[in-house]
């Protein structure tokens, strides 16, 4: 068990990482402890109830390690890391991680444009942790069903699915989560839905739920903020508002910089392709320029 320790310990590390800085950060660092540390205690002999445990400390940083890859762009090697995590869950019975790993991998498809399996994916989570898993839980799978379904364009199935999502956090209280749950707070979801709202061109409830999830997510998740930030400068170029758009936007480059995360850097882009069409707009060249200026010192800080 003090081995199951130190590995959650380690694994709560480079979360906080990762949040932090991006998934480029300690990418490397962590494949090396999962394959030198982790892997080698899983074919030792133990008790049912170690066994378990660490089954299961060993599949969080399986898990992490995917997200960090998805986060540099190496989606080949996420969606691997997601597939052998979920099968680590399976050899434990965790229905409730096991559907967390699939609400992993709608996610991924739905960043990859693959909205039918992203619906699939994320109501197969639903659906397999039906009475195994926490009200907070829950609430994760069914953002992650209204995330895909938005992407898709079904706003009376994404609106349902936000509802659900809803309601289930209202009793997220209700019962104790696991440790890897913690980071899944009011912000969170509504850092979810504002990217539904968004996707469904909702333009008054997409800035309204955006400006809520950047006036309440915690600057220690600088990543999240950074996307809720972006989002809401794309709400607010939905709504008309240019200015307010690039003033947003340009919020989130200089809080975001430093983040080696390719999915960032994609919210950025699609921003600057969406006002592209403003190219003359002084505050426009002006954001461009500080995008230039960001990716420049990023690519120093790699050399």
Known sequence: MRDVRAIRDAADMFMQLDFKYGGGHGHKALRHYFR?????????????????ALFSAA??????????????????????????????????????????????????????????QAI??????????????????????????????????????????????????ERADTAEDPAWLSYFDEAELMGELCHCFRDLKMRREAVEQAQRAVDSTDPKYARTLGFCRMVLAQSQLLNGELEAAVTTASLAVDG????????????????????????????????????????????????
């Open 59 to 116: 599949a969080e940083v399986s898990q992490l390690l995917a997200w960090t890859a998805y986060d540099t762009g190496n989606h080949h090697l996420a969606h691997r890391y997601l597939t052998s995590t979920l099968r680590l869950t399976q050899v434990i019975d965790d229905r409730m991680f096991g559907a967390r790993i699939l609400g992993n991998l709608s996610h991924q498809a739905n960043y990859l444009g693959n909205h039918t």
């Open 36 to 52: 030198h540390e982790v892997l080698p205690l899983l074919d030792a002999s133990y008790s049912q109830k170690v066994g378990t």
């Open 120 to 169: 699939q994916l994320a109501r197969a989570a639903v659906e397999g942790a039906k009475g195994r898993a926490t009200p907070r839980a829950m609430a994760n799978y069914a953002a992650m069903e209204a995330r895909a379904l938005s992407n898709a364009g079904d706003g009376i199935a994404a609106s349902q699915a936000m509802r659900d999502a809803e309601r289930h956090f």
């Open 256 to 303: 975001g910089d430093s983040l080696q995360s390719n999915r960032f850097q994609r919210y950025v882009t699609d921003f600057q392709n969406e006002v592209s069409v403003h190219a003359a707009n002084p505050a426009v060249a002006a954001f461009n320029e500080k995008v230039h200026d960001a990716l420049a010192r990023l690519e120093e800080d790699d050399e």
